[in-house]
């Protein structure tokens, strides 16, 4: 059974950092697409931010290109988001999702979804 922990949100001041992890199991990182989706307040849509393929090969929405930084460790089994100059409109619930289908990692539906974890930043 796949199970997607999610963990690393907090409340930041604008221009702040921090990190985000996702602890895998009974899934292997680094073998297929995993992402990290948002999910912004009030909102029902949640939007991909950033993906990253078993090549490496990462993808990220041009509001966060340049601050943000998704990366994958296959020998600990997680996803980690680490996100510097937050702004306000960054702030959501964010989401590790994942995988096993081969192909392109944008445009698909994830079968495997973390808890999610709440980032808030204010200005």
């Known amino acids: 059974q796949v199970k997607l922990v999610d963990s690393g949100g907090g409340s930041v001041q604008a221009g702040g950092s921090l990190r985000l992890h996702c602890a895998a199991s009974?899934?292997?990182?680094?073998?297929?697409?995993m992402a990290w989706y948002r999910q912004a307040p009030g909102e029902w849509l949640r939007d991909v931010v950033a993906s990253i393929d078993k090549d490496d090969t990462t993808s990220y929405v041009d509001s966060v290109k340049g601050r943000f930084t998704i990366s994958q460790d296959s020998a600990k089994n997680t996803l980690s988001l680490q996100m510097n100059s937050l702004k306000p409109e960054d702030s959501g619930k964010y989401y590790c999702v994942a995988d096993e289908r081969s192909g392109n990692c944008l445009g698909r539906v994830y079968d495997y979804w973390g808890q999610g974890t709440q980032v808030t930043v204010s200005s």
């Open positions: 009974g899934y292997r990182v680094g073998t297929y697409c």
